[in-house]
């Protein structure tokens, strides 16, 4: 079964540093986009930052130079290094990445992990 499993989260005061990852695990041929979102309560879920396969990144305007998104291929994996946290970060982190495996081209979710900015 084809799955994404994030960790990292936690509770982290203003101003400082946290880093997250997402390894897919499964029958997978291929890994297309990799994708970090997050949802504040009562929030829809928005794009963070994303690599493609050829490492060209996306970052929303709201954690420009803050946030560094990475993957490594060989581990199946995707990171977010967030640094200079704010309370406003404070959110669920979802994983989202392209698959394809012995089913065709799909797109998956992880099942998230908490980020907690506060003092």
């Known amino acids: 079964q084809v799955q994404l499993v994030e960790s990292g989260g936690g509770l982290v005061q203003p101003g400082g540093s946290l880093r997250l990852s997402c390894e897919a695990s499964?029958?997978?041929?291929?890994?297309?986009?990799m994708s970090w979102y997050r949802q504040a309560p009562g929030k829809r879920r928005d794009l963070v930052a994303e690599?493609?396969?050829?490492?060209?990144?996306y970052y929303a305007e709201s954690v420009k130079g803050r946030f560094t998104i990475s993957r490594d291929n060989a581990e199946k994996a995707v990171y977010l290094q967030m640094n200079s946290l704010k309370p406003e970060d404070t959110a669920v982190y979802f994983c989202?990445?392209?698959?394809?495996?012995?089913?065709?081209?799909?797109?998956?979710w992880g099942q998230g992990t908490q980020v907690t900015v506060s003092s």
């Open positions: 690599i493609s396969a050829s490492f060209n990144t």
């Open positions: 499964g029958n997978i041929f291929s890994i297309n986009d």
């Open positions: 989202n990445a392209d698959l394809r495996t012995a089913a065709g081209l799909g797109n998956y």
